[in-house]
């Protein structure tokens, strides 16, 4: 029977923005295990940064009507002398009340005392027998405010610093450091059970017992993909060509995921099973079979609340699926959102196609003086099988529905997986 009723691609991505889910619930978590995980709860600012006026470089403190007084008169003197103090301006002291006409040597971070006073730069002066030796010039630029960080400059008690939904980086990490955030709020981390099938297919270290097989990738190419985007992939073995197999996996699958991913087994040949799962055995249907190249059968369903997706059994297919379909769903049971990274490049020949689907055709990716740019690099044929055209400096330039032809100099939309797959290029 065939089960497979073809939407237009943006249909189905926009059917899955539409059925995004709630977040699984929140944990606290080390500081440290908090990398890459997803903040649950805004941070606010307990206090200003910094919660007074400090100094921003080693140098000296002077009272600021001294400095006026010497620059509203007319002066030959090169160098001006003044009494500096014993005691100089640490961050750990207490402020000290200056003389009229004395100078403290201040370090970086030290409080500025209350009053009305400039610093000069360290290695602007200099000292000689307990004096300081200013030249005239330094004190003739001088102004109020230089080299001084002033109360809430880089933040004010109560301002939100992070919100809810970003993916903590060592960045982020380090400004938790800062606030003395020991245990850190995060969104739970979805959990994903991968079914891979196929007779054919023999898995990692195994040996095959014939002489026509296929080397299984997907499950761990799906595993691999789960991780970076943040769930816990849950391997399950391979599926073999039996209905009744299928779905003794499948309802055990339901039992600790969070989400399923099926992959292989999704077209509509006389061993491939999973679409009864996705059709008879799911509580609705999003759709089955999307007009698209590669990934064109893929499927989104829930059962029990639980997204269901069937991913294609070639690489290409099953990672234009994932990107598209899956990972938006995946990101909303972590507590994020996930849109694709689109970005606009020079296609650098002639790209077309024959078929009456949206195409994502895997290209080179490069920049170079500042300018994007797409090619095919050097692939051979295209094939939805070649998992090497997704290594290294690749993405996937978007070849619309109706369009037949894309002419080289023109500006296409490419899907970049990440920034690390734009490869830099130096001009000489």
Same mark, same amino acid.
């Given at each position: ?14 059917? @899955? ?17 908090? %990398? ?42 090169? /160098? ?11 961050? !750990?002291? +207490? ?5 009229? =006409? ?5 370090? /970086? ?7 009305? #006073? $400039? ?35 880089? #933040? ?20 938790? !450091? ?47 993909? @789960?991780?970076?985007?943040?769930? $816990? ?15 003794? /996996? ?31 055995? +799911?509580?609705?249907?999003?759709? #089955? ?9 893929? !499927? ?44 606009? !490049? ?11 689907? =949206? ?13 994007? #740019? ?14 090497? %055209? ?20 023109? $500006?296409? =939309? ?15």
């Amino acid at each position: 029977m065939n089960t497979m009723h073809p939407i237009g691609f943006d249909d189905a991505c926009a059917l @899955v923005a539409q059925s995004l889910c709630a977040p699984l619930g929140k944990e606290q978590v080390f500081l440290h295990d908090a %990398h890459h995980r997803v903040l649950a709860e805004d941070i606010f600012a307990p206090d200003s940064m910094p919660n007074e006026a400090r100094a921003m470089m080693d140098g000296y403190l002077l009272q600021a009507s001294l400095i006026d007084a010497i620059q509203s008169r007319d002066s030959i003197d090169e /160098t001006f002398v003044f009494s500096l103090a014993k005691v100089p301006l640490r961050a !750990a002291q +207490s402020q000290i009340p200056l003389e009229s =006409t004395e100078a403290h040597k201040i370090f /970086t971070g030290a409080p500025i005392p209350q009053g009305d #006073y $400039i610093i000069l730069l360290l290695e602007d002066c200099s000292e000689q027998d307990g004096k300081l030796c200013v030249p005239r010039a330094i004190l003739a630029a001088a102004k109020r405010g230089q080299y001084v960080r002033e109360k809430g400059e880089n #933040y004010n008690k109560g301002d939100k610093l992070l919100s809810h939904g970003i993916v903590l980086t060592a960045a982020e990490i380090g400004l938790l !450091a800062h606030l003395n955030l020991v245990f850190v709020p995060v969104f739970v981390q979805p959990k994903v059970a991968i079914l891979c099938g196929g007779d054919e297919l023999v898995d990692l270290g195994e040996a095959p017992q014939g002489e026509h097989f296929v080397r299984s990738i997907n499950n761990h190419f799906l595993a691999m993909l @789960v991780r970076e985007a943040g769930g $816990i992939p849950l391997l399950f073995p391979l599926l073999h060509d039996k209905q009744e197999s299928i779905m003794a /996996t499948f309802l055990e699958a339901l039992k600790s995921a969070d989400m399923i991913l099926f992959s292989g087994g999704m077209s509509v040949g006389d061993f491939d099973f999973v679409p009864h799962v996705l059709t008879q055995e +799911s509580d609705s249907l999003l759709f #089955y079979g999307v007009r698209v190249k590669p990934g064109k059968p893929a !499927a989104v369903a829930f059962k029990n609340g639980v997204p269901l997706c069937g991913l294609g059994g070639f690489p290409n297919s099953s990672f234009i699926a994932f990107h598209f379909f899956a990972r938006p769903l995946l990101a909303s049971l972590a507590g994020a959102r996930f849109s694709p990274l689109q970005l606009c !490049a020079t296609l650098t020949e002639d790209l077309s196609k024959n078929e009456n689907r =949206t195409e994502w055709r895997s290209c080179a990716l490069w920049a170079e003086k500042g300018q994007l #740019y797409v090619g095919r690099g050097n692939r051979g044929k295209i094939h939805s099988a070649a998992i090497n %055209h997704l290594c290294g400096h690749s993405g996937f330039v978007r070849i619309d529905e109706q369009t037949s032809i894309l002419h080289k100099g023109s $500006i296409v =939309t490419t899907l970049i997986p990440t920034f690390s797959n734009i490869e830099i290029r130096q001009t000489q």
